[in-house]
């Protein structure tokens, strides 16, 4: 053991103590009674993700890299336990309460009946929520196989191999390129074509609906769809630029063009979603404002940087959480009609692509299950930073 | 509005359940389950044939369940087998022949037929199959699966277009399919491509197998367990080169897709005339056949391309056999047995034959055809069966034997999905799936090894 | 942007709506132009697809843009050869399994957290509010092998319960019960009302709009669930549309285009018909609730 779990332990409870003394004075409680908790719960935090680990990081002939990996593990482990703990402390401190918009009147009085009440949900969540979160950290640090007879413990193999596999790294970069690529272009595709559809034209509802409905379309026909267009042998589209421009581009076999066959298929399927909101924004942005700048003879663009985009902005943060979902998981169908296996050159395999291939194909569940963890830190730190970012102004009034 | 919405969806509803439903059936009869990897036509006529055996032997019940490809049916029954819910047949594939035979669940055909010579009346002989096959799937001294539907890679060339371009058989060689392409390609009315093969991991075996080159160590796994693949030879460069060489040139299409999913991507191609030669199974040879004759061109067999340089030793059997479930209640096991005793005879293997393309796999069957001329109408049907006979068995085309095969094999064709669409120098590319395939291997044996 | 100014603004002889639009877009029949070709290139992929499922392979790959003769031949490939209408009561069982399950579920976990006060309620409300940042597909490698440990694969548990229970749909119902006035309840309670009568006599009648957007979101996102049942359904018997149709393009031999796009614009056309005449339910139910 190069590091011992006592001097870990004590680093959690040192980190510990010193948040919890600090959220105790500034809600006016004893700082050192919180120094007391914030030991405990930094202590505790150090061992939460090293014990079922067995601090298999720390030992000696492992690489140093483990050893970053294990520190990771260690800091993570203080963060998730000293957070709840601090936010709770500092509630109760203050006599707040923990719920902050909770009912007094008009209440049942047998509690207990919100039990029953209670349980269908919880009991499906608890099984097919937590119980496979919990289960995905364990086949993470394993070898394991369907039907094989036995699984192998390996620490932190899985994730520390990641980092040294250049064709990890193409895969990463690929799905951020490929997502981002969804997002910008329809959404910005239909921010256009919406702040056409609201005017009141004639035939504006007729456009409407023609406009929205490939949203209802599965990302699975759309890839279907795709699939007959663009096919590079037979396609229609290869044949029309054949003839109009006597090029034929290998939309699905090409690995410079495949991925953008994949962005377009999505962009289809996405834009209705993105339309139909942006047009319900658009109408809610009041009417006065935009006359008022047009009477100022601010020109086009300034007047709708000025005064629409602002107003749209709740919309537009809404739109990008749900596109950036469907762009890193819903893909999955379209990209497995469009390129079975993973397009060439792997160009068209995002991650949760590489996932399923590994875990269901390759029978490769620990190191499915690894990448799924990486999968699901980068979808949940791009949705903190955007909260962060601009999610605090954001009012949910659409 | 919502009315009419709620009334559209129980109309849908409605409309769904009016549908005509698999029909159920419930009886007090032995029920065999069978899953095969197919849910095309070939799944149909095995259905047919179940039909057949279920109205000759009242007492059993067999049910084909069909599956998307050979692939998942490998997952499928790993999951089955984790829970003991395995039916009584299962078609594995070639390439999962170490992964069955290390699982344990099955039990060899030799051991539950025994020493009989008939079962439920049906008559059992076992040299009446083709010697290849009982070759390849006879294992440390057993035979172990009953053989169904066996291939071997062969070509199909469009002769329009050789014919055109001065050709007037198809190459045969690596060095011919160069010297035909070129002369193809140079024609007024040249195809998109000259040549095309699937990017699946079996292409790659069989070229290894024809230049007497071994895929993994320990004798192809054949001497004991398989520990590092050998494909990183010089005639695994030499082909990369050669494939690499083809596609700079513009003559080889590559459609992209690779594994199971590659399969159409050819059809496609040979069947619209964007290529003049087709690389492939032939398991297909009837469909390939008709191909020409409702497009208006002469589609011929012949042997699977070798190179030049080396000579051709022998090709690999392909497809998949028949596995028998071991530890099943006695009555089902005879039943199985007959039933698989039944799907082979020699009508069946004969029809199944043609309606595919697959080989003969009963000498009676071959026998029989001969003498109804069928060879004489359908000259492309004998090339795969000839190509097996003519082949020379050695530990390199009796086929490879191990662990974790599916996922090598897609290790493989990433490899040569790269050197196709990159410079990236073969030799490199090749050693380094080299190492990524023994890992899968070392950490198959580190989870599967008895 | 101050009141005042907005005043003088409007004081100033505001200009008709019309006039703004001409202000806005320089030109009316740009916007016509944009969106007629906006339509044209969402429209014809699917327009495309419907010419090819009436056509014969022949036909597809002459590029001929009208109806074909191959109509009959991909309707018996896809309802006698195969099978899309087994595919097509599956996806229908699941999907009103999920709508179903899932709106009671949250209708029952919505009235707890309104109207119960327990020990401990803030605990268990962020245990729910936490799922919202666990999406399944992340945990589908080990939520696959739990399924298979249950013995549920090929069936519709499988397809069905795991995606019964919505910490989206406990908030739609919370959020909206939570407007609901007090005295409901309390008149209720003094009627001698027990909780599910409440909920059901009550609450449910004033909330069929949020019923209904939830209903809408969960249908049009379970019909097209593509992944998960491709994992976990080996069984063709029991599969369900969107991998389902993918059976069509086997036939043995090139893609078969027809039977295909046929499938494809079936199957596709229970969601898109209950997406456009349900659009204000939808979005509705959308806003609130992340699909889930």
């Known amino acids: 053991m190069v590091v011992s779990p006592v001097v870990l332990m004590i680093m959690g409870a040192v980190v510990g103590a010193a948040a919890l003394a600090f959220v105790f004075r500034r809600a006016g409680g004893r700082p050192l009674i919180g120094l007391g908790i914030g030991a405990i719960a930094g202590a505790f935090g150090s061992a939460l993700f090293m014990v079922p680990l067995d601090y298999c990081t720390f030992e000696a002939e492992r690489q140093s890299l483990d050893r970053v990996f294990g520190m990771i593990f260690v800091l993570a482990g203080i963060a998730l336990v000293v957070t709840p703990v601090s936010w709770l402390s500092g509630k109760l401190l203050r006599r707040e309460s923990l719920m902050a918009d909770d009912q007094t009147q008009g209440t049942f009085r047998h509690w207990w009946i919100a039990l029953p009440l209670l349980a269908p949900t919880l009991t499906i969540l608890v099984l097919f929520l937590y119980y496979p979160s919990l289960e995905t950290l364990r086949l993470s640090t394993m070898l394991s196989r369907l039907g094989a007879r036995r699984e192998v413990f390996v620490c932190v193999d899985n994730f520390t191999r990641l980092v040294n596999d250049p064709a990890y790294v193409d895969t990463f970069v690929r799905t951020m390129f490929i997502s981002f690529s969804i997002v910008v272009l329809s959404m910005s595709l239909s921010l256009l074509i919406a702040s056409m559809a609201y005017l009141p034209l004639r035939g504006a509802s007729i456009y409407r609906i023609l406009l929205v409905w490939p949203y209802a379309m599965s990302p699975a026909v759309a890839g279907i769809i795709f699939l007959l267009m663009f096919n590079p042998s037979g396609g229609l589209v290869n044949h029309l630029f054949g003839k109009w421009f006597g090029i034929k581009l290998g939309w699905l076999n090409d690995p410079a063009v495949a991925p953008w066959t994949i962005i377009l298929a999505s962009v289809w399927k996405s834009m209705g979603f993105n339309i139909l909101f942006y047009i319900a924004g658009l109408q809610n942005v009041p009417k006065d404002l935009i006359e008022a700048g047009a009477i100022d003879g601010a020109g086009l663009l300034r007047r709708f940087w000025h005064i629409v985009w602002p107003m749209l902005s709740p919309i537009t943060f809404f739109l990008i959480v749900t596109n950036l979902t469907y762009a890193f998981f819903e893909t999955y169908a379209t990209i497995d009609y469009l390129t079975p296996g993973g397009g060439p050159l792997q160009s068209t395999t995002t991650m949760m692509y590489r996932v399923i291939q590994l875990g269901v194909q390759n029978n490769d569940m620990g190191k499915a299950a690894a990448q799924s963890i990486v999968l699901f830190l980068t979808v949940i730190g791009m949705t903190i930073v955007l909260f962060r970012t601009g999610g605090r102004q954001v009012n949910y009034g659409v | 509005m919502k009315k009419l919405v709620f009334l559209s969806i129980a109309l849908v509803m409605v409309i769904a359940l009016a549908l005509p439903a698999s029909p159920i059936s419930a009886q007090e009869k032995t029920k065999i389950d069978v899953w095969i990897a197919f849910q095309d036509y070939r799944w149909d006529w095995a259905k047919a044939v179940a039909a057949e055996f279920n109205e000759m032997f009242p007492q059993y019940e067999v049910v084909v369940t069909g599956g998307y490809s050979y692939e998942t049916m490998f997952a499928q029954v790993a999951v089955a087998a984790e829970q003991g819910q395995l039916p009584a047949v299962v078609q594995y594939f070639e390439a999962a022949t170490q992964d069955a035979r290390d699982s344990g669940l099955f039990k060899p055909i030799a051991d539950a037929l025994g020493d009989r010579t008939e079962i439920n009346g049906l008559t059992v002989d076992m040299e009446d199959y083709v010697a290849p096959v009982i070759a390849y799937y006879t294992l440390d001294g057993k035979f172990t699966s009953m053989p169904w539907n066996t291939s071997s890679a062969i070509t199909f060339t469009n002769m329009n277009y050789l014919r055109a371009a001065g050709w007037d058989k198809p190459p045969a060689t690596w060095q011919e399919i160069d010297a035909a392409c070129e002369a193809v390609m140079a024609l007024d009315k040249a195809p998109e491509y000259c040549w095309t093969f699937p990017n699946h991991g079996w292409f790659f075996e069989q070229w290894m197998a024809v230049q007497n080159a071994l895929y993994v160590n320990n004798g192809n796994g054949r001497e004991e367990r398989a520990t590092e693949v050998a494909f990183n030879s010089d005639a695994g460069v030499a082909l990369l080169e050669w494939l690499d060489d083809q596609y700079n040139k513009g003559y080889l299409y590559y459609s992209g897709a690779q594994g199971g999913d590659s399969w159409s991507t050819v059809d496609q191609a040979y069947s619209t005339q964007q290529i003049a030669i087709a690389v492939y199974s032939s398991s297909d040879t009837t469909l390939y056949t008709e191909m020409g004759e409702e497009g208006g061109f002469e589609s011929v067999a012949s042997f699977y391309p070798y190179n030049g340089e080396v000579g051709w030793t022998g090709n690999l059997i392909g497809g998949a056999t028949l596995w028998l479930v071991d530890g099943l209640d006695p009555a089902v096991e005879e039943g199985a047995l007959t039933f698989l005793v039944y799907f082979t005879n020699t009508e069946n293997a004969a029809d199944w034959h043609k309606v595919t393309g697959y080989i003969p796999i009963r000498m009676s069957a071959y026998q029989m055809l001969t003498e109804e001329g069928y060879y004489e109408a359908n000259p492309n049907q004998t090339v795969a069966l000839e190509q097996l006979a003519q082949s020379t068995i050695t530990p390199a085309t009796s086929g490879a034997l191990v662990g974790g095969f599916p996922s090598i094999r897609n290790v493989v064709t990433a490899a040569i999905d790269r050197v196709l669409l990159t410079d990236a120098d073969p030799a490199e590319v090749l050693a380094q799936a080299a190492a990524e395939s023994n890992v899968i291997i070392e950490e198959y044996n580190l989870l599967n090894a008895p | ?292």
């Not at chain 3, 916007?31 to 429209?43: K, P, R």
């Not at chain 3, 709508?99 to 919505?110: E, P, Q, V, W």
């Not at chain 3, 993918?246 to 494809?264: C, D, E, K, Q």
Request: include cysteine; proline fraction near 5%.
């Open chain 3, 1 to 292: 942007m101050t009141a005042a100014y907005r005043e003088t603004v409007r004081v100033a002889q505001a200009p008709s709506w019309k006039k703004t639009v001409r202000s806005w877009v320089p030109k009316r029949w740009y916007a016509h132009l944009i969106l007629i070709v906006a339509c044209f290139m969402s429209g014809i992929p699917l327009f495309y697809a419907l010419l090819v499922s009436t056509q014969t392979n022949a036909e597809v790959f002459r590029y001929q843009f009208s109806a074909g003769s191959g109509l009959e031949a991909n309707w018996n490939v896809v309802f006698h050869e195969r099978h899309l209408h087994t595919y097509m009561i599956n996806s229908v069982i699941m999907t009103a399994g999920i709508t179903f399950f899932k709106t009671i579920f949250s209708l029952l976990s919505g009235l707890a957290f309104v109207y119960f006060r327990f020990p401990g309620k803030w605990l268990v409300f962020g245990f729910v509010l936490i799922t919202l940042m666990m999406p399944t597909e992340v945990l589908i490698i080990a939520l696959f092998r739990f399924i298979n440990d249950l013995d549920w694969q090929n069936t519709f548990y499988a397809l069905i319960v795991p995606f019964t229970a919505s910490a989206t749909g406990t908030f739609l119902f919370r959020q909206h019960f939570a407007s609901i006035p007090a005295e409901m309840s309390e008149a209720a309670q003094l009627d001698g009302a027990n909780p599910l009568q409440f909920l059901f006599r009550v609450l449910v009648p004033m909330s069929w709009n949020t019923i209904g957007a939830l209903a809408v979101v969960q249908t049009i996102y379970a019909w097209n669930m593509y992944l998960w049942p491709n994992m976990i359904i080996s069984n063709p018997d029991m599969q369900t549309i969107q991998t389902g149709i993918g059976t069509l393009r086997l036939g043995g031999g090139a893609l078969r285009f027809g039977p295909l796009m046929l499938g494809t614009v079936i199957v596709s056309l229970p969601p898109v018909i209950v997406f456009i005449l349900l659009q204000k339910q939808f979005m509705s139910g959308f806003t609130l609730t992340r699909d889930k």
